[in-house]
């Protein structure tokens, strides 16, 4: 029952909006929601979330659509060249941050041709191995690796993709030799590991938190700066040895650039609303997401700072692709 009233409330809230012209028409018809990942991986968990949530205040339909590859940029190019006018959005994410870092050449400008909307939370990633690597902390991976170089091989979400970029400055800030394995996405990429094709991987903790607890796999430790809150147990990467190792994924919602700022304003106040009740931030931290639930503004600037960021871990480790 208190859930329900609490949807209601947002409902309410968001119908007595004064809103423009545009946006008080908004949506009369289905929105496109492009989710640039396959399913079943953080992006699908958090994009259908997402589409969950406007569909319950706006009584519309959002509609969610998988276009997985080039390391989320096709789906986020497709976002970026749709029409603006508010019936197509997307999830940008921590892949909009990295690419600029790494592509030499894209299609798109994730800070010219995409509009922030809200960053919905941030996505720890844990550090996890599979069960048969004799490895229970970060010091005796080390102690693996540098025995055998080259001998391990890591899964990733594609090329340029965050956990791709996680593992490299791990490797570049350890001095290690790991064989980069991609893939279309985190769903796939945790299939091989689970069956033991990779040993080890970056995975945000939202994708892999149920086969860490059914020890499928192990996790040895998390990204951040700070441990997570869900295994206050877990030590971060540089507390085992790696200082100064912090990194994560996130996961937010945009539209093309010049979408009508009042239907941007529309859809963040509905997003917000619900991300910070308390049966959401809940429910986002049983699936191992912090809500962060933004301004556009607010989101923008994070987006330019996560490029920057990968700028510099990108031109230490010499990584560019084509």
């Not at 339909?61 to 590859?69: K, M, V, Y």
């Not at 894209?106 to 939370?121: C, E, N, S």
């Not at 933004?294 to 010499?318: D, L, Q, R």
């Amino acid at each position: 029952m208190m859930k329900y009233l609490q949807r209601c409330a947002v409902a309410l809230f968001v119908a007595l909006l004064p809103l423009g012209a545009a946006a008080q028409q908004y949506p009369a018809k289905p929105v496109r929601f492009i989710i640039p990942f396959p399913p079943g991986g953080p992006t699908d968990i958090m994009g259908r979330m997402a589409t969950d949530m406007l569909a319950r205040a706006t009584g519309q339909q959002f509609i969610p659509d998988n276009r997985a590859g080039a390391g989320g940029n096709i789906g986020a190019e497709l976002c970026a060249k749709a029409p603006a006018d508010g019936y197509t959005l997307c999830m940008i994410t921590a892949a909009q941050g990295v690419s600029p870092a790494v592509y030499k050449k894209m299609a798109y400008d994730p800070v010219k041709d995409l509009a922030p909307i809200t960053l919905m939370a941030s996505l720890p990633s844990l550090l996890t191995v599979h069960p048969a690597l004799p490895a229970k902390n970060v010091k005796e991976l080390l102690g693996i690796a540098r025995s055998k170089p080259g001998a391990l091989s890591y899964a990733s979400t594609g090329n340029g993709s965050s956990p791709h970029m996680l593992m490299e400055m791990f490797k570049f800030m350890t001095r290690t030799d790991m064989v980069h394995v991609p893939y279309k996405g985190q769903a796939p990429a945790v299939v091989d590991q689970i069956s033991g094709q990779v040993q080890l991987a970056f995975n945000t903790a939202i994708g892999v938190l149920p086969h860490v607890d059914s020890g499928r796999l192990r996790a040895i430790a998390v990204s951040s700066k700070e441990r997570f809150p869900p295994m206050p147990d877990l030590q971060t990467v540089d507390e085992g040895g790696v200082k100064g190792f912090d990194g994560g994924s996130w996961q937010g919602v945009g539209a093309p650039a010049g979408t009508p700022p009042d239907i941007l304003r529309r859809l963040n106040t509905i997003l917000v609303t619900e991300l910070k009740t308390p049966a959401m931030r809940e429910q986002m931290l049983k699936r191992g997401a912090l809500v962060s639930a933004n301004t556009p503004e607010e989101f923008s600037a994070f987006i330019k700072a996560e490029i920057a960021k990968w700028m510099k871990v990108a031109k230490a480790g010499n990584i560019r692709l084509d």
